[in-house]
């Protein structure tokens, strides 16, 4: 008999789908359902699975979120070699309210991520002087 897994929404361990409490972390599975729709797509962020990262991006992108913004490069930096994803998350970023906490991320990509993504921070930047 097979047992089925899914992911706990808390710290991504997998866990038998049925389980009430993560058996790593410990947290209960129904308290999920307190967090607000950003608290989970924060959370997202730091799933395992790229497509579940990718929608959480472009959710908070699409939110406008600015106090996301340095979730967004961490999640960059985590992930270093999914170019794509890196890609989004600048995009994400140009997408947020201006400020220093969008100014800020931007330069962070500049100085921490590797290729295509620090280039890509950095026409962000770019074109922010320019729109000044």
Known sequence: RRVHKAFCMHCFSMMPRAATVCPVCGRAALALTARSYREKLVAALRHPLAEVRMRAVIALGLRRDIDAATDLVQCALRHTRDV?????????LRMLPGGQPRYQALQDLCA?????????ALDALSSLRKAR
């Open 84 to 92: 794509i994803e890196g890609l989004e998350i600048v995009k994400s």
């Open 112 to 120: 921490q991520h590797p290729a295509a993504v620090r280039v890509a």
